[in-house]
């Protein structure tokens, strides 16, 4: 398939670009950030995401989405990095949406897909438990009682845990902590009395929370996928995540060069703009040609998920590793480039470096899929 959008998926572009500018420029996300709502988002900005159908982007038409796939998801994730654009979209729309869509049983998506579409219920995914992503070592355990599940442990960044109705827990049935098999997912009400959740602020004034389970008990009903097999559809989720994470980084990158190559031509320096020095010119360059690299593996990784989820994984983490290291190289050198103000609160430079910096690590960075690459590559 040719690295390039269709004409549904152009206007779908345009579209949200003149929804985000209008609704939700970057002083807007300065707002969210001064203010500090308990959301770290704008509910109303949510709602009428909901309202244009880019909630239910992925959920087919009969539970009330557009089915746009996840090159729409990515697209809207572009254009919501390039405006630094806070809201639940990931969370829900791509990874609650694709969990419960793509593993979940008729019951369950009848009862949830409609409410993620209409923007009513918010999902979580509770997967790491420790400092740095690791998703095949799951100590949370799910201890068989009666007909059920006893569900005991804790998770750490968990976007939008503290808001979340629906927590997506991945737990361990049976096996060792670092053991693939055993895995099982469980969907479960977040405000259970069994639940504790404590926000945690994040650099880039996102949040995200620390969720403690202490005794939940849970039926077969509220198993996501197999019992014990959940590692699967885990992967599954998490591939779709990286891609449309990696998207997001990657309208991030494209505004920060652009601001970037727009402060050059404009500030002066010994009586000339300094886009006219050489120097500079080189960086900006290998930053266009990094960009554009990033660009297509981003776009690549969304395609083979529309056409061919199962296979998506290694592209998906080729894209996640590429699109992180390209938006750190993008807000990096746009704060060099911008010289001591580039650090100030005045550009918003920092802000999208920031941004990136938290993006990069979540799910993953580039040297966590590198590792991942060489050993399905036998390395």
């Known amino acids: 398939m040719a690295l390039i959008l269709t004409e549904e998926q152009e206007m779908l572009q345009d579209s949200a670009?003149?929804?985000?500018?209008?609704?939700?420029?970057?002083?807007?996300?300065?707002?969210?950030?001064?203010?500090?709502?308990?959301?770290?988002?704008?509910?109303?900005?949510?709602?009428?995401?909901?309202?244009?159908?880019?909630?239910?982007?992925?959920?087919?038409?009969?539970?009330?989405?557009?089915e746009f796939g996840y090159v729409g998801a990515g697209v809207l994730a572009e254009k919501m990095g390039k405006n630094l654009t806070a809201s639940p979209f990931f969370s829900t729309a791509v990874l609650g949406a694709t969990a419960i869509q793509r593993y979940g049983t008729e019951e369950q998506k009848t009862d949830h897909l409609g409410a993620i579409c209409d923007g009513s219920q918010i999902f979580a995914l509770a997967v790491d438990e420790g400092p740095r992503h690791d998703p095949s070592t799951i100590a949370f355990s799910a201890k068989t009682s009666g007909n059920g599940y006893v569900l005991s442990g804790s998770k750490t960044f968990v976007a939008d845990g503290h808001v979340a109705d629906k927590l997506i827990i991945v737990a361990r049935t049976s096996g060792e902590d670092t053991d693939e098999e055993g895995i099982t997912l469980f969907l479960?009400?977040?405000?259970?009395?069994?639940?504790?959740?404590?926000?945690?602020?994040?650099?880039?004034?996102?949040?995200?929370?620390?969720?403690?389970?202490?005794?939940?008990?849970?039926?077969?009903?509220?198993?996501?996928?197999?019992?014990?097999?959940?590692?699967?559809?885990?992967?599954?989720?998490?591939?779709?995540?990286?891609?449309?994470?990696?998207?997001?980084?990657s309208g991030s990158s494209q505004q920060a060069f652009d601001m970037t190559t727009e402060y050059l031509k404009e500030r002066e320096q010994f009586g000339q703009k300094i886009g006219s020095f050489q120097g500079l010119q080189h960086r900006a360059a290998h930053l266009a040609t990094e960009i554009e690299m990033m660009k297509s593996a981003v776009l690549k990784s969304l395609q083979l998920l529309d056409d061919d989820f199962e296979a998506a994984g290694a592209v998906c983490s080729m894209a996640k590793a590429k699109s992180g290291q390209t938006a750190q190289l993008a807000t990096k050198e746009a704060i060099q480039m911008h010289g001591g103000i580039g650090v100030t609160d005045e550009y918003d430079v920092g802000l999208y470096f920031k941004r990136v910096h938290m993006a990069q690590q979540m799910f993953g960075d580039a040297g966590f899929h590198a590792d991942r690459l060489a050993k399905r590559a036998g390395y």
């Open 17 to 66: 670009e003149g929804f985000l500018d209008e609704n939700a420029p970057v002083t807007a996300f300065r707002k969210v950030r001064d203010n500090k709502p308990e959301e770290g988002f704008c509910r109303k900005l949510w709602n009428d995401m909901a309202e244009m159908g880019w909630a239910g982007i992925i959920v087919d038409e009969e539970f009330g989405g557009s």
């Open 188 to 249: 479960v009400d977040a405000d259970a009395p069994e639940i504790s959740r404590s926000k945690t602020p994040m650099i880039d004034s996102r949040n995200a929370a620390d969720i403690v389970v202490d005794g939940l008990e849970v039926t077969g009903d509220d198993i996501i996928g197999e019992v014990g097999g959940g590692y699967a559809a885990l992967e599954g989720i998490l591939s779709a995540g990286r891609a449309v994470l990696a998207a997001e980084m």
